[in-house]
Every structure is written in structure tokens, then in C-alpha cells.
């Protein structure tokens, strides 16, 4: 099985500028999670789609936001760019719904730097 | 509420030698703790899992942890460590809900 994907893999963007960002899951996975990995904060959490439906959320501003499609690759979209948004965007997807110790698979991040 | 501390950003060996990463969790319910590794310029990758079928868990790459209930600690061990070992390890921890909290991470150096 292929592994998972995002893209685009650097971004460079400008202050006040928005970005997308994709993630495709592994095939047969329902749940998509996004988080935020900075050399200060480490690895934040942003938010948890499952089945199209948001199922989590961290503590990040209403700027971040997600979606989940119904062939279960996910979005995240960040509006208004700010200096403190330079990170590495990790998605991870899980095998189902639950149970919670089941394993989450990484892609291998979107590196964004804003200027 | 859950936390996951990890005792030292930066853990350096000689090759060969013990490998001993700290992990401290908090949690008000029984836990599922994890160690995954991250390699530079690549996403985390699962190394162990405890889900309480046993309190000592193997990993990959000769990688085990102990779970320590009266402790509260998951810290992972290697007995020998290799080059390759050099990366970020991260211990998390997740309970009955589906978010899962990664500690802040411990940077390993292995010296030849």
C-alpha cells in the first residue's frame, strides 16, 4: 500500500497571503489528522476528520481550517498568514474510527515558511 | 486532563552503549502510550505501543519500553545503540477520546 502523501512538500508564501495544503491517506483509512510541528511548540494538534466530519479540534485560531472529502483525503486551509505559521504540517491517518490505540501513519510533512 | 513530559531534549551516547529515553504521563484514565521516531525530513514513523496487554513492549529496531503504572512513566530503552538510532523520538499518549498528545520531543546523538 502506498503511504501518505502531501503536497506540496515546501511552500513559500508572503504575510496576509492563504494556503492549502492536501493530504491523501493511506487506502481504507477514514481518519485524517493534521498537526503543526515547530522547533518552539513541537507537535500540535490542529484538528481530526473523520468520515467527512471533524471529530477533533486543537487550540488554533478560526485561520486554521480543514476539510475531509468522501474519498477521505483531507485539506487544511490557513488564511491570513502570520510570520508564526512557519512550520512542518503533518498529516496522519489512522486505519478506522477507533480504537484510539490504534497506530496513526505520518506522511512526511509540507514545510512552510512565510515571509 | 492528559500530558506527556520527556525528560531531556537532547540525549547524547556513544554507539554501543544504553539508550535510555525518559517519558512521564499524566492521565486521569488508563493510558495508551506510544514512542515513535522521526528521521530528518520525514514524517513520524511508530516505533512501539502499549495498549495494556503487557507492561514491557517491544519495537522495531531492538527498541522495547516498560509501562510503570505506579510510576507513571513509559521511558524507552535500547541496549546498544547504532549510528542509524540518531533522530527525534516523541512519546504520546492518547485515552478514550481520539486525540493523541505528543510530548515535546528528545533529540538522540549517537557518537561513533
Known amino acids: 500500500k502506498a503511504g501518505v502523501t502531501q503536497t506540496p512538500r515546501y511552500l513559500i508564501k508572503t504575510r496576509g497571503q492563504q494556503v492549502t495544503l492536501s493530504c491523501s491517506p493511506i487506502s481504507g483509512h477514514r481518519s485524517v489528522s493534521w498537526y503543526q510541528q515547530t522547533p518552539g511548540q513541537g507537535l500540535q494538534f490542529l484538528f481530526e476528520?473523520?468520515?467527512?466530519?471533524?471529530?477533533n479540534k486543537g487550540n488554533f485560531p478560526g485561520r486554521f481550517s480543514g476539510r475531509q472529502f468522501s474519498n477521505s483525503r483531507s485539506e487544511m486551509n490557513v488564511s491570513t498568514l502570520e510570520l508564526g505559521d512557519s512550520a512542518l504540517y503533518l498529516c496522519?491517518?489512522?486505519?478506522?474510527?477507533?480504537?484510539?490505540?490504534?497506530?496513526?501513519?505520518f506522511g512526511p510533512g509540507t514545510r512552510l515558511t512565510v515571509l | 486532563a492528559q500530558s506527556v513530559t520527556q525528560l531531556g531534549s537532547h540525549v547524547s551516547v556513544s554507539e554501543g552503549a544504553l539508550v535510555l529515553l525518559r517519558c512521564n504521563y499524566s492521565?486521569?484514565?488508563?493510558?495508551?502510550l506510544f514512542w515513535y521516531v522521526q528521521y530528518p525530513n520525514q514524517g513520524l514513523q511508530l516505533l512501539l505501543k502499549y495498549t495494556s496487554a503487557a507492561t514491557l513492549v517491544k519495537g522495531i529496531n531492538g527498541f522495547e519500553a516498560e509501562f510503570k503504572k505506579s510510576e507513571t512513566s513509559f521511558h524507552l530503552t535500547k541496549p546498544s545503540a547504532h549510528m542509524s538510532d540518531a533522530a527525534e523520538y516523541f512519546c504520546?499518549?492518547?485515552?478514550?477520546?481520539?486525540?493523541?498528545?505528543f510530548g515535546a520531543g528528545t533529540r538522540l546523538f549517537v557518537k561513533a
Open positions: 504520546a499518549v492518547s485515552t478514550g477520546g481520539f486525540k493523541t498528545i
Open positions: 492521565s486521569s484514565v488508563p493510558p495508551y
Open positions: 476528520y473523520f468520515s467527512e466530519t471533524q471529530r
Open positions: 496522519a491517518s489512522r486505519p478506522d474510527g477507533g480504537p484510539p490505540y490504534n497506530e496513526q501513519f
